[in-house]
């Protein structure tokens, strides 16, 4: 089945500890991005990554890494997470493209305390 | 840069009812959108899309109108069932934002028998 897979799906951590969210995708696929949804602020882009080795920062990118080593994997890292950071986080993947053909994973909620 | 609203946070309709989901862009030059379920615990899911070329497209019970004179995409919705019910987004690819896509807030769409 042709999917996104995120882990964990949800994380309840302190601030300050280091965390990792994995993002797999088997389709192949060129493109992938990270995405977090808050409350009435819809999903906003971190980061995303055009292919192997190849990433830039999205529209709030502050706090976050991320490496692209493998075409299918893509983690989040978060260094020293804050508790601004809790929030509903999305990976996404599509074919190289204007934006069609996203496929989400199924969601990582990160509560910092 | 580009900004997408919602008008209504909420939408609530009757079963069998037909139901209409609006979203409203800023940049005129924007070429793709796309509308998005969610539901609860589960990442979006690709509902209907529409390029600038195109003032409608039909799917299966979903229509998508585009008008782009106001800059107004709209979800029509046939015989809304329960299973309808969710978190309906759109998302717009700027011009020129290579698999870029900026989302709206959401309407949360309820559905009573």
């Known amino acids: 089945e042709a999917q996104v897979t995120q882990n964990p799906r949800y994380l309840i951590t302190v601030t300050g500890k280091k965390l990792t969210v994995t993002c797999s995708q088997n389709?192949?696929?060129?493109?992938m991005s990270w995405y977090r949804q808050d409350p009435g602020l819809g999903l906003r882009q971190i980061y995303y990554?055009?292919?192997?080795?190849?990433?830039d920062k999205g529209d709030v990118p502050e706090g976050y890494k991320v490496s692209r080593k493998e075409k299918r994997n893509f983690p989040l890292i978060l260094e020293s997470p804050s508790p601004n950071q809790t929030s509903l986080y999305f990976c996404?993947?599509?074919?190289?493209?204007?934006?069609?053909?996203?496929?989400f994973g199924s969601g990582t909620r990160l509560t910092i305390v | 840069g580009e900004s997408v609203g919602l008008h209504l946070p909420t939408l609530s309709v009757q079963e069998g009812d037909n139901s209409i989901i609006n979203c409203a862009y800023s940049?005129?030059?924007?070429?793709?959108f796309i509308w998005y379920k969610q539901e609860s615990g589960k990442g979006p899911q690709f509902i209907i899309d529409?390029?600038?070329?195109?003032d409608k497209r039909q799917g299966q019970r979903v229509t998508v109108l585009l008008n782009k004179t106001v800059k107004h995409l709209s979800l029509q919705i046939a015989a809304t069932q329960p299973g309808d019910s969710a978190v309906y987004f759109c998302?717009?690819?700027?011009?020129?934002?290579?698999?870029?896509?900026?989302f709206g807030a959401g309407t949360r769409l309820a559905v009573h028998p």
């Open positions: 389709m192949n696929h060129e493109y």
């Open positions: 940049n005129s030059a924007s070429d793709y």
């Open positions: 529409i390029r600038s070329n195109m």
């Open positions: 996404a993947s599509s074919p190289a493209g204007t934006g069609d053909g996203y496929t």
């Open positions: 998302a717009v690819n700027p011009t020129g934002g290579y698999n870029k896509l900026i």
């Open positions: 990554s055009m292919n192997v080795e190849v990433t």
